[in-house]
């Protein structure tokens, strides 16, 4: 297509779906202007930048998280729903986990799904900061999870591009992964396991974890109006623990 017939949003389009066949290694306006059918300035003509295509790509991939209202689901609903989603689109996008260290992401899609994060938290009974923070604990969650995921097709990707036979090059990678863990007492018993492959976890555990989160986030917000000599009694450590995490967040901002 001729570079006039091009939109904005045909060229995001076609972004996002090369960096998910293609990753941030494979993104250039080259193999962009390819899936076009145009020319490589086309799209330089249209947004700018590969960074500003990056972003506007990320973005694009954001407005699919969905947005449960806490009011008609309950917060915890909501916050499982909206997690769950977001570790979903993750997967769909794994690139967009690499680029959290190398670009600025932020547009309306962002902006709209940090906004209904907070309403989530807030409902919940956190205020202010404590808003912030418990939203932050669920998205580090999840994008730890979703982080193995995506240096697993990082290093798939990475494979094919030095060439050779990638299905015999992961064979022989985990073979070395097998004799590394064979010398571990716990590590050795559970090789025969599904889970035991690289960047995979048994059925469920994202599930498992997002509830333990959510659990202490609760049990945050039940030791709120109890007796001072109460609270230390059951909830010492964990007070302690949300004490420790509010410090580490003051001090790395």
């Known amino acids: 297509m001729a570079r006039e017939t091009l939109s904005r949003d045909q060229i995001v389009t076609a972004a996002l779906d090369l960096l998910d066949a293609e990753g941030l290694e494979g993104m250039n306006m080259r193999?962009?202007?390819?899936?076009?059918?145009?020319?490589?300035?086309?799209?330089?003509?249209?947004?700018?930048?590969?960074?500003?295509?990056?972003?506007?790509?990320?973005d694009r991939a954001w407005a699919e998280v969905e947005l449960p209202d806490p009011a008609g689901a309950g917060w915890r609903t909501a916050a499982f729903r909206m997690a769950t989603s977001e570790y979903a689109m993750l997967v769909r996008h794994p690139w967009?986990?690499?680029a959290f260290g190398s670009y600025q992401l932020y547009g309306p899609g962002k902006a709209r799904h940090d906004d209904h994060s907070l309403a989530v938290y807030e409902a919940a009974g956190f205020a202010g900061a404590e808003a912030d923070q418990a939203t932050s604990a669920v998205f580090t969650y999840v994008?730890?999870?979703?982080?193995?995921?995506?240096?697993?097709?990082?290093?798939?990707?990475?494979l094919g591009r030095d060439?050779?036979?990638?299905?015999?090059?992961?064979?022989?990678?985990?073979?070395?992964v097998?004799?590394?863990?064979?010398?571990?007492?716990?590590?050795?018993?559970?090789?025969?396991?599904?889970?035991?492959?690289?960047?995979?976890?048994?059925?469920?555990?994202?599930?498992f974890g997002l509830h333990a989160v959510l659990d202490g986030l609760e049990a945050c917000l039940a030791t709120?109006?109890?007796?001072?000599?109460?609270?230390?009694?059951k909830s010492g450590d964990l007070r302690q623990a949300c004490h420790t995490i509010a410090e580490a967040n003051r001090s790395a901002h």
């Open 143 to 158: 994008l730890g999870n979703a982080l193995g995921l995506a240096a697993t097709a990082s290093f798939t990707r990475k």
């Open 96 to 98: 967009l986990v690499q």
């Open 178 to 207: 097998v004799e590394v863990a064979a010398r571990f007492p716990r590590l050795r018993a559970r090789l025969e396991l599904p889970s035991a492959g690289y960047g995979v976890a048994p059925d469920g555990s994202f599930a």
């Open 31 to 58: 193999a962009l202007g390819k899936r076009l059918d145009s020319a490589a300035t086309a799209a330089y003509w249209h947004i700018g930048s590969r960074e500003s295509l990056i972003a506007l790509a990320a």
């Open 163 to 176: 060439g050779g036979d990638v299905q015999a090059l992961l064979e022989a990678n985990h073979a070395e």
């Open 224 to 233: 709120r109006g109890k007796p001072a000599a109460d609270r230390q009694a």
